[in-house]
């Protein structure tokens, strides 16, 4: 066992889905060509000036609301002072001292074999993007794109309380989630909607005191941050272990060799000089206007668990897994409404439709199954007029189709067989043509029974009620005996 | 010859003449281009002219309707760190050359808006970090009273060029007496509005938190006409003020009688230059002639003002000037490698004023530092402030000199750059407490060299300004002298 | 206050500022002679004043959530020093390990 505490904290980076760009009204397309988003305010030309995009601080309010932040009154801008070429003003505009928001908490939930834990968030703040550089192979040139400077981004930092990287996996996917519920981004990773740095170090078991940290950059899935996590606690460990320092110093994932290297210094003193933007004025926020965005938020993940137990009566770990996701527990609102028992519907999305999800690499509202027609599944096998395991084979082929499971059930001759007389005459038969498993019955073997009943579903092509068929084998063996 | 019948007015009685038919813009703008021709040689006043371009301009405005401009065929000039789309914005400055704006300074829409015809860009000292004119890439200006003395800075080009009649009115920009001590040094009216009164949008900033762009006019009306052109809410600059821009030329010609001006008494202390002392004196003699009562006041914190302003206004350009970096305009130094190209575009490109500028503005920012310099100056600048507010309470405003002395000679302080800064001292608190300032022609030297007064208000009392200044200026004839050395 | 030579490189470094040799030694000496001016500011007690960062107190200017036409990418890239198609080209940065 190690004799080290990982001690590890999240620093995420959300651009938040506008129109137009936090300082100027150029529009936020992803993908558009190249500085065809540009105006002499992003450009960083002599002589313009920035007006704040209200709705960013709005979107950003909603996002410090849902975390629980507590929200500066009088919030100011900075101005970051650093040199690089995607970086059109020789500095950006964020937040120092006066942040939007600081000192929230984000509730993760268990998983399956893992309690719930609580992340504090030290605070969350705006500020603007940088250009993007594209290095051009084997020249000594790069070139600059400036349609992604002034996006607005919310920079959300944790305190450092997780322990695990399995914890910072969970942390994120907790923020995502709660972050798609508030609708204020598309969160989308492989667009740079969503980026995340991580901090990290090791202390002594038991020590009170943070070791020396590394930050580790060029995450761009969940699943780097807990590979590239994993290996960082392994190298810090070895240097630690063999009387070696951390040196305080960035790294990058390096993904397809599974390691952290070293990163060139960007800025070879951090000696920012922030100070106030004189650009721009402080900004009040008056509690009424915070009410008021506070009354927009959407009911989130922990208040939406606790509903789901009490009006599904689910149990705690169903409920949080639904709600985790927004579109996962709209989708069981919207089956329980058109009719689906709760507790069957819910089996059914977190077994077989997230289960073909993993398969395919979808999301569920892309299974081509509405939650109407999961509701009629759901029902089709409480009324008995399927059994639970030719509803899977429905599902499949809802999921194929698209189609409602009612008018397949008749198109393919799915439907039961719980017409008592014709399953008699077949257990007749079955009775009649295997004497063995017959005579293992009536000599004691319980177990023997299986084999006939898997026959006489065999017999009616599977479309026997496997309870019925049980009971008139029974009834058909005893009245030979 | 340049027909002086033309250029010789202020803007409100040209634009009159035009209004009249008595001439043309086109026949107004050409009298101002021969004149340039014939004198910008001996001045360098302005670094570029585009003739074709305010010939077209003014042609164009025959077409216009006369009465609803208000500067209708009126040829101006405009500092060259205000953005005006066709001419090049260099700011003085080698890094800047060759820089054309993509876009218009609000304040350059709203004059072509109203009729005006941009003739040209002005000198200045490089990015305005100066008092004398000196430190630009394209050479000094001169003085038109004397040719071997500087015209006051920075914006020297623009006070030096409606002084010679070069253009009918210019815009400047004032940070710590930009437009009014180059005013006072060449015998214009120059303002320095409130902060937040006009747009900064398009101006190439200095230092962001004092920084206003404002007129330099041959008299006071036309200053009043000037604002209420270029005053007024910008949706592009969220320092501009949501305040009604009023009908500034109301106030004038208006009796005086009565209002009470302060006389802060560490205005009139020991370098004051004897000359300004008792033009001064006799200012204030003939305001009270016209009823003005005098009180003495008190601004304590005036002698904290110059080492404030140096905190706060070099840091604010050290981070201002670091967009200029070779990647997107200006001038840039090639080499393969990034860290190189930038270091070596700035080293070059970068005068020696602005390089101290960034030095010490980038020291004051810096870890370590930060408390020491650049956070007890704010607090300071909050006392000097109070100062003003205090004073305003019993005061309509405040009179003192535009500078401790008149126009120095060219070359005198440029190696002493705490004295130049000094020649600031009477202007910088104004600009440190956001309230508007006016420096109006009082008298001369024996020598023949300008003497400037400052008015001072509370912050939006640009009409007590204009107000007060056109009671002395009906009553004395110092803004009525031309400069003997450009006379033709 | 002191502002030696070393001080003077530091902050050019940070600045992006090459500067002479000349040019160093020359810009210690002024600003050492500023600075001391500039710490006559420390005679003042301001432990209870809050700072002014600009001269008029103003508060909450936005501006709508509403597109504003981008510049041509042409004009963008007309003052540009050296460009690559709809590029603007700087020597290469290195940001890898």
Redesign the interface.
């Known amino acids: 066992m190690s004799a080290f505490e990982t001690v590890i904290g999240l620093e995420v980076h959300l651009q938040l889905a506008t129109r137009t760009k936090i300082f100027c009204g150029c529009p936020t397309l992803f993908g558009s060509s190249p500085n065809s988003q540009t105006c002499p305010v992003c450009l960083g030309l002599p002589g313009v000036l920035p007006v704040l995009n209200r709705r960013t601080l709005e979107s950003g309010l909603k996002v410090a609301l849902a975390l629980n932040c507590r929200i500066q009154p009088a919030l100011k801008f900075h101005r970051k002072n650093y040199f690089y070429p995607d970086l059109p003003k020789g500095f950006q505009i964020s937040q120092y001292d006066l942040p939007l928001s600081f000192e929230g908490v984000l509730e993760v939930p268990a998983a399956a074999e893992a309690p719930a834990f609580a992340v504090r968030i030290h605070r969350a703040h705006l500020e603007e993007d940088a250009g993007k550089l594209v290095h051009k192979e084997g020249s000594r040139a790069s070139l600059v794109d400036y349609n992604r400077a002034g996006i607005p981004l919310l920079e959300i930092v944790t305190e450092p309380d997780m322990r695990t990287p399995e914890e910072a996996y969970r942390c994120l996917q907790t923020l995502k989630h709660t972050l798609q519920y508030l609708d204020v981004s598309d969160c989308d990773m492989e667009k740079g909607s969503l980026r995340c740095d991580a901090n990290i170090s090791l202390r002594p078991a038991g020590a009170k005191e943070l070791g020396v940290k590394t930050e580790i950059k060029n995450l761009n899935s969940f699943k780097h941050v807990r590979n590239a996590l994993a290996y960082e606690i392994r190298r810090q460990q070895e240097a630690l272990s063999s009387g070696g320092k951390v040196i305080q110093e960035t790294r990058l994932w390096d993904d397809v060799k599974g390691v952290t290297l070293l990163m060139r210094s960007k800025e070879f003193a951090h000696d920012y000089r922030y100070f106030p933007e004189p650009d721009l004025v402080p900004f009040v926020l008056q509690s009424e206007e915070i009410q008021a965005v506070r009354r927009t938020l959407p009911e989130l993940p922990p208040a939406r668990t606790r509903r789901f137990m009490e009006q599904y009566g689910l149990s705690s770990y169903d409920a949080g897994r639904l709600t985790s996701e927004k579109q996962l527990a709209d989708y069981f609102e919207s089956a329980v409404q058109a009719g689906g028992v709760p507790k069957a519907t819910a089996n059914w999305i977190q077994g077989d439709l997230l289960a073909a999800c993993r398969e395919r690499n979808v999301e569920i509202l892309d299974l081509k199954v509405p939650a109407a027609h999961l509701a009629q599944l759901v029902l089709l096998v409480e009324h008995q007029t399927v059994s639970s395991r030719m509803a899977k084979d429905l599902l499949k082929a809802m999921m194929k189709t698209g189609e409602a499971p009612e008018p397949l059930v008749k198109r393919l001759g799915m439907s039961q067989v719980t017409d008592s007389g014709t399953l008699q005459a077949a257990a007749q038969t079955v009775v009649q043509g295997n004497p063995k498993a017959v005579s293992d019955y009536r000599a004691g073997k319980r177990q023997a029974i299986k084999f006939l009943v898997g026959q006489l579903m065999a017999r009616t092509k599977g479309q026997a009620n496997p309870e019925l068929a049980h009971r008139i084998l029974e009834s058909v063996l005893k009245e030979g005996a | 010859m340049p027909d002086e019948s033309l250029t010789s007015h202020p803007a409100h009685a040209l634009t009159n003449l035009l209004r009249r038919g008595k001439c043309s813009p086109l026949q107004a703008t050409t009298a101002y281009l021969d004149r340039i021709q014939a004198l910008n040689p001996k001045l360098q006043a302005l670094i570029s002219v585009d003739e074709e371009r305010a010939k077209n301009r003014a042609s164009a405005l025959l077409r216009a309707d006369a009465e609803r401009l208000p500067l209708y065929g009126v040829p101006v000039i405009v500092k060259a760190?205000?953005?005006t789309e066709g001419f090049e914005?260099n700011?003085g400055s080698n890094i800047?050359s060759?820089?054309?704006?993509?876009?218009h300074?609000t304040v350059v829409e709203r004059l072509e808006r109203a009729g005006a015809v941009v003739l040209g860009m002005a000198n200045m000292d490089e990015f305005a970090f100066g008092s004398s004119c000196e430190t630009s890439c394209k050479g000094p200006t001169r003085n038109p009273w004397d040719l071997d003395r500087i015209p006051g800075g920075s914006s020297g080009g623009s006070a030096a060029a409606i002084a010679a009649d070069l253009g009918a009115a210019a815009l400047g920009s004032d940070t710590g007496g930009s437009i009014r001590q180059p005013a006072a040094m060449c015998s214009v009216v120059g303002l320095k509005p409130?902060?937040?009164r006009v747009s900064?949008?398009?101006?190439?900033?200095f230092?962001?938190?004092?920084d206003q762009i404002g007129p330099l006019t041959k008299d006071v009306e036309d200053s009043a006409l000037f604002m209420e052109v270029i005053a007024g809410l910008d949706?592009?600059?969220?320092?501009s003020?949501d305040v009604k821009v009023p009908t500034y030329r109301a106030a004038l010609r208006r009796p005086i009688g009565g209002m009470t001006v302060g006389v802060p008494k560490e205005y009139f202390i020991g370098g004051l230059d004897p000359e300004v002392e008792r033009a001064m004196k006799q200012a204030l003699a003939a305001l009270k002639g016209l009823g003005v009562q005098f009180k003495d006041v008190s601004l304590p914190?005036t002698?904290?003002a110059?080492?404030?302003y140096?905190?706060a206004a070099t840091?604010?350009a050290?981070?201002n000037?670091?967009?200029?970096?070779?990647?997107?305009?200006?001038?840039?130094v090639?080499?393969?490698?990034?860290?190189?190209?930038?270091?070596?575009t700035?080293?070059?490109g970068?005068g020696?004023e602005a390089?101290?500028r960034?030095?010490?503005g980038?020291?004051v920012?810096?870890?370590g530092y930060?408390d020491a310099?650049?956070?007890?100056?704010?607090?300071?600048?909050?006392?000097i402030?109070q100062d003003f507010e205090k004073v305003f309470e019993t005061c309509r405003a405040i009179v003192t000199p535009t500078a401790p002395t008149p126009a120095f000679r060219l070359g005198e302080k440029l190696d002493d750059?705490?004295s130049m800064?000094l020649s600031d001292i009477f202007t910088i608190s104004v600009?440190?407490?956001?309230?508007p300032a006016l420096s109006l022609p009082c008298g001369f030297t024996q020598a023949g060299l300008p003497i400037g007064m400052q008015l001072i208000a509370p912050?939006f009392g640009e009409e007590t300004l204009f107000h007060l200044g056109s009671a002395y200026e009906q009553a004395t004839d110092w803004h009525l002298r031309k400069p003997a050395a450009v006379a033709s | 206050m002191a502002f030696e030579e070393s001080e003077v490189r530091y902050v050019a470094a940070l600045a992006r500022l090459s500067l002479t040799d000349e040019e160093i030694h020359r810009f210690s000496t002024q600003l050492k002679q500023i600075l001391s001016y500039v710490d006559k500011l420390n005679q003042l007690k301001t432990d209870d004043i809050s700072p002014t960062s600009h001269g008029i107190p103003m508060q909450n200017v936005f501006r709508k959530d509403e597109v504003i036409p981008s510049l041509d990418v042409e004009k963008a890239l007309s003052n540009a020093p050296a460009r690559e198609g709809p590029f603007f080209l700087v020597p290469r940065v290195i940001e890898d390990a």
């Open positions: 760190n205000i953005c914005a700011c800047l060759g820089f054309h704006p993509p876009y300074a409130t902060y937040g900064r949008y398009g101006l190439i900033a230092a962001s938190s004092l949706s592009h600059d969220s320092t003020a914190h002698e904290y110059v080492p404030t140096y905190i840091a604010e050290s981070s000037l670091a967009r200029f970096d070779g990647v997107r305009y200006g001038r840039r090639p080499s393969g490698n990034l860290q190189e190209m930038f270091e070596n700035r080293g070059e970068f020696a390089k101290r960034i030095i010490l980038t020291y920012l810096s870890r930060y310099y650049y956070a007890k100056a704010l607090k300071v600048r909050t006392l402030r750059p705490l800064y600009n440190l407490a956001g309230v912050a």
